[in-house]
């Protein structure tokens, strides 16, 4: 067994936009390595303990995430403020079965 393990990855703006916004304001592809390192590291760690972490590369500025032209079209198109996102907890899948519980269909129940 190696001591390293190399790796070629490609992150898509569609399928993950928020780990491509975040890699995509570093100057170089080894910014870019370190950040996804510490980024995984922490997601380890919290995945481990429990608790939430946050991970702060030490150069990093903070990311500026532009308007996206859906939400300045949506604004201008008169969609309502309070049309906000949601989050919506599904549990860890431990306990996953056939069906969705009641919970679940309770948070979804505001949508329908």
Known sequence: MSDK??????????VSPLLFERLRTCPSARRRAAVL????????RQELTGQARIVTPAVAAPPVTPAS????????????DDDAFQVLSVGDGSLDGAGFDDS?????????
């Open 5 to 14: 393990i190399e790796m070629t990855i490609t992150i898509n703006e569609l």
């Open 37 to 44: 390192k510490a980024l995984a590291e922490s997601a380890l």
């Open 69 to 80: 032209p859906l939400a300045t079209q949506a604004r201008a198109t008169g969609a309502h």
């Open 104 to 112: 679940l269909h309770d948070q979804l129940g505001a949508w329908a």
